[in-house]
């Protein structure tokens, strides 16, 4: 399925700095997240909250992701030229990755319908996208930055780039 061209992707991004002591980081092994094995080639729809890939984590810093788009999204965080991770969120659900280490990230995200957890694509309607404005995760002594990713659409100009399924970052 193609975008309309009067429909335009949007995704906005809100970076908050709070309090460390507010909202503490949750160890690795207390994460309310779950890991889908290699093993599972079938199409599947996670569930939301699910960590596909996981390799730079350790960190105080915090993602909340919120779509709002009519079909299931795969988002992907990107620092330098490593994938951080990348989590799936169900169509109108939300969740919060935390552990995410200091850096700047690109984040990308698809989505579509019938994803194969072997081949880390929607196998129906997908669409590609890069969000145009890097997130920086910052944490010092007394503080960590919890940024927000709303993934929504409608008319206007877009924060977000479309690009071609060979430039996304594979989950």
Same mark, same amino acid.
């Given at each position: ?7 335009r992707w949007l995704a906005a991004v809100a970076v ?22 290699s093993t599972a080639c079938a199409t599947s729809r ?43 969120? #169900? ?12 850096? &700047?990230? $690109?984040? =990308?995200?698809? *989505? %579509? ?20 404005? #890097?997130v920086p995760i910052v944490t010092t002594s007394s503080?960590?930055?919890?940024? &927000?990713? $709303?993934? =929504?659409?409608? *008319? %206007? ?15």
């Amino acid at each position: 399925m193609r975008p309309r061209p009067h429909l335009r992707w949007l995704a906005a991004v809100a970076v908050a700095v709070v309090s460390a002591l507010a909202i503490p980081a949750l160890p690795a092994a207390a994460s309310a997240t779950t890991q889908i094995s290699s093993t599972a080639c079938a199409t599947s729809r996670p569930h939301t909250g699910t960590i596909l890939h996981s390799k730079i984590r350790g960190g105080l810093g915090a993602l909340t992701i919120k779509n709002h788009l009519s079909q299931d999204a795969v988002i992907v965080l990107v620092r330098g030229r490593s994938k951080a991770f990348s989590v799936y969120v #169900r169509t109108h659900a939300s969740t919060t990755v935390g552990n995410v280490k200091d850096g &700047t990230y $690109t984040i =990308y995200f698809t *989505n %579509g319908s019938r994803y194969s957890v072997c081949r880390g694509r929607f196998t129906s309607a997908a669409s590609y996208w890069r969000v145009d404005k #890097r997130v920086p995760i910052v944490t010092t002594s007394s503080e960590s930055t919890v940024a &927000t990713l $709303t993934l =929504y659409a409608v *008319n %206007g100009n877009a924060p977000s780039t479309q690009i071609s399924p060979g430039g996304f970052p594979t989950p």
